[in-house]
T-cell receptor, first 114, second 112 residues
């Protein structure tokens, strides 16, 4: 099925380093969402973006909704061991009959070394 | 507010059997979406229900079906299970179906 292009696929960093990941799409979205998933659990919402150009922060996390509506990035500053997990971007197109359908990136696996 | 709940959390079935999974959305949310997550295909949209009506459907065979009740709780059913149906099945709820979705913990299905 259709997926967003999310990169990088994995990252190995030292505690305290900053992290950046991004998603691009050939389609436009009205909403960009960033989730974190721990093994065996459901994705947990980190940040929601609703307007092109919007920059939103949630603690050490900052995300932006690209002006073209086809991309988004997520930054994590001063990483800590509990940041370990899989990060997913997801786009939601609210036009027409596209009810309730999120399109997901492939995920970025983040490993943080103490 | 309580989050999205899913039952059961784990299931083991054999090929050819059928299975029913349940999802209770966040109170006040009327839209429920279902997703299948596998290592090979990632997170794939199955279908969305709102006010007991299926409004959107992903690219899955007819063996995958669902329904929604008047209290917004939803069930999905998979008939004639195949090995490839082994996956984490996630449901998510939102207010109207075009906003932020909140996920449940998932049901891990293993088909032997």
């Amino acid at each position: 099925g259709q997926q967003l292009n999310q990169s990088p696929q994995s990252m190995f960093i030292q505690e305290g380093e900053d992290v950046s990941m991004n998603c691009t799409s050939s389609s436009i979205f009205n909403t960009w969402l960033w989730y974190k998933q721990d093994p065996g659990e459901g994705p947990v919402l980190l940040i929601a973006l609703y307007k092109a150009g919007e920059l939103t922060s949630n603690g050490r996390l900052t995300a932006q909704f690209g002006i073209t509506r086809k991309d988004s990035f997520l930054n994590i500053s001063a990483s800590i061991p509990s940041d370990v997990g899989i990060y997913f971007c997801a786009g939601l197109y609210a036009g027409g009959t596209s009810y309730g359908k999120l399109t997901f990136g492939q995920g970025t696996i983040l490993t943080v070394h103490p | 507010k309580a989050g999205v709940t899913q039952t059961p959390r784990y299931l083991i079935k054999t090929r050819g059997q059928q299975v029913t999974l349940s999802c209770s959305p966040i109170s006040g949310h009327r839209s429920v979406s279902w997703y299948q997550q596998t290592p090979g295909q990632g997170l794939q949209f199955l279908f969305e229900y709102f006010s007991e009506t299926q409004r959107n459907k992903g690219n899955f065979p007819g063996r995958f079906s669902g329904r929604q009740f008047s209290n917004s709780r939803s069930e999905m059913n998979v008939s004639t299970l195949e090995l490839g149906d082994s996956a984490l099945y996630l449901c998510a709820s939102s207010s109207q179906g075009k906003e932020t979705q909140y996920f449940g913990p998932g049901t891990r299905l293993l088909v032997l």
